[in-house]
């Protein structure tokens, strides 16, 4: 179970991204208010997060960087890139103290030198800090805020904490002070429970609260004050109007009212018009809306909205689980599909109609938790996209250079296992356009290109793949210097024929980076050849394609899961063999003329279209004869058609990959294995690979 | 220097120590029934090395302060910190207000 520490902290790394990506924004844009409002937002909700666990240093810190992210709001501040880039490195140090929340002396200084910079930055134009325990309006300071009159907003908020609350490391006192934030509070702490001093466990909560607020701000608000406890707290938030109220009530809770009213004066001030002249329209109406039986009609209207809505926001209810559950869970549907496979094999042979009737039954039922299962799994890769966009940001100032990053198709998914093994090999091909593609803004302008450089990064499906391609419009890359340095490091022979794409694909040879490649990113301690092994770990390739002077354009090619494919079997001599069924384009039986032919490679006309295909049994060294029917198997492999002759074609099968281990990695034409349902195993073929191979001198 | 440990004074008078937050409240509660116990009732609390305060500090006090009302025994908070005094005022201003004594100068 995740406990509320990593609720909050995986909450606060999802903030710190909005954040980051907001600040992105602005720089671009300084007066995109709903951009500035999710900025103030992400770290009012950090703020008040860090509160209520206790993170006081964490508490004080975001207390500051909202408060001038507040003054931006209300338009007396304009946000510029120097301040956006405190607020980065405030972000950065936020995200560290989410492991150890206390500071350290040096996390102090680090803490104090941003908000110093920030008082640099912000400067006479901004008002004093606001210290946290001051945040308390007064009412009149509450009517200078107030955008129009009757504005002001009362609400009763009664709240009752989990018993274990203090014993999970909660704490109700920001709570009390984030709502005293808000407005004017009036607080009745309720005692009822409380046992003895001798008898109190002090990790329990006996204590519940009534408090009336009066504020400028909306419900949605206060209700975010809860965000975290929500589930766990009996929590009530009442927006009281005029007309709902008693004030001649006799309890704590009218008493406090009347307190505030006189104390702010607002009876006065907001509410009370001049008498309505009697016969009057208006008049008729105010009799007509104190009319009890319309009061309670209208009551009735809208207790049924709220009830209405509160079902309806309960359609987009989610939970919070740990990824290594959704990966248990996925390791479980991989054993279902294989004892199902099993079970198929098994009704095939009984010949009984029953379980024949069950396994089938049974089929669709772990075909549809199959498919819901990786529909969990399936995440968004616009999720790293953010990040990528404060590297390039970064990395641009560092290395004084002008680049813009775009990004498509953000709302491409993906596996979250794939995405997460992804990020790092993506972070440094984009590194590396960064720093070796685009030039300088004084070479750009010498070769007649704009000053600002570009990046693109691309994510689309394209059958069962992902393809992301990273572009940028840089110099491309030197065939010749690559060329020089692979002879120099002995990773090619001077009698090589090499290709331009080939030349390309040196650059991911272990031991062929520049110099200076190695120092920009021995802190990440990755190098091309890591990238591209990565990238072949996730079951993917990558390519390039490069035009000097032009740019260059990286292109990887991903499985979009890991763990269970649609597959084709089909035989070869004993053995099974599965092909990937997204590339599957047709079936057809070996014609008679080729049967004879025992060549490996060979062609098959397919309705006027000669197609390449390989022989299985030759590929494997199959020396058993052949059977009187052959099939050839169909596939597409980017724009090109392949054919597969085998014995036999079997069938559709789900097929659960397993790795091949360290042993067999290397062997080229297999992307895995499966168990199949009698125990044995069967290898995955992948297509693409064995085509290369085969037309290999 | 810390004062980590409450120490009882004369005349049910309790010292507290540094911090009166969940880790601090049972060691208190003890000392407490001890001086109720051995001298007086509990009349004061001196916060004058208190410096921290968190809502399960607060809560004991709730409790103190209902069990002298229900007994109608006097008790008193006396050099309460500016910072400790917010604190408990969030909790009502009502509930602590006649108890906390006012700070005088020194």
Known sequence: MIGPIEIFQTEAKEHLALLESALLALEDDPNDLEVINQAFRSIHTIKGAAGMYGYQDLTHFTHHLESVLDQIRAGKITINSPLVGVFLDAGDLIASLLIDTNFTAPEHLCAEAILGRLHNIVGASAPPLKNSENASFAISELMQHKPAAGALNIFKVNFTPDTNTFKSGLDVVPILRELHGYGECFITTRTASLPTPQDIKPQQCYLSWEIVLITVHLKDTIQETFMFVEDDWAIYIDEISLHELSLHGKTEEDFHLREALASAQLSAALWVEPPLAPGSEAASSAEQFANPEHINATLAQQKAKTAQMSKSTNIDETIRVSASRLDSLMNLVGELVIVQARLNQFSGRAQNAEISAIAEELDMLTTDIRTETFGIRMVPIGSTFGRFKRLVRDLSKELDKKIVLTTFGAQTELDKMVIDKLSDPLIHLIRNSIDHGIESPAQRLQSGKPETGSIELKAMHADSQVIIEITDDGKGLDKASILRKALDKGVIQSN???????????????????????????????????????????????????????????????????????????????????????????????????????????????????????????????????????????????????????????????????RLGKLYEGVAGFSGATILGDGTVAMILDPHALMESSQQP | MLHNKAKALDDGVLLLPNSLTIFTVRDIATDIATICSERHPLSRLDFVNCEEIDGAGAQFLLCLIKQAQAESLPLSFSNVTPNIRTTLHLFGKVHFKAYIEELHAL
Request: proline share 5%; net charge neutral; with cysteine.
């Open chain 1, 496 to 658: 090589h024929n090499l290709s331009d794409n080939d030349i390309h694909m040196l650059i991911f040879e272990p031991g062929l980076s520049t110099a200076k490649t190695v120092s920009d990113i021995s802190g990440r301690g990755v190098g091309m050849d890591v990238v591209k092994r990565s990238i072949a770990d996730l079951g993917g390739k990558v390519s390039i394609q490069s035009r000097p002077g032009k740019g260059t354009t990286l292109t990887i090619n991903l499985p979009m899961t890991l763990a269970i494919i649609e597959g084709l079997m089909v035989v070869v001599d004993k053995e099974r063999y599965v092909l990937p069924l997204s590339c599957i384009e047709e079936c057809i039986e070996l014609p008679c003329k080729l049967k004879n032919n025992a060549a490996t490679h060979s062609l098959v006309e397919v309705r006027g279209t000669q197609i390449p295909f390989l022989n299985l049994r030759g590929w494997f060294k199959v020396n058993s004869a052949a059977p009187p029917i052959e099939q050839v198997v169909i596939v597409h492999i980017g724009a090109q058609k392949f054919g597969f002759r085998v014995d036999e074609v079997i069938g559709q099968y789900q097929t659960v990959i397993k």
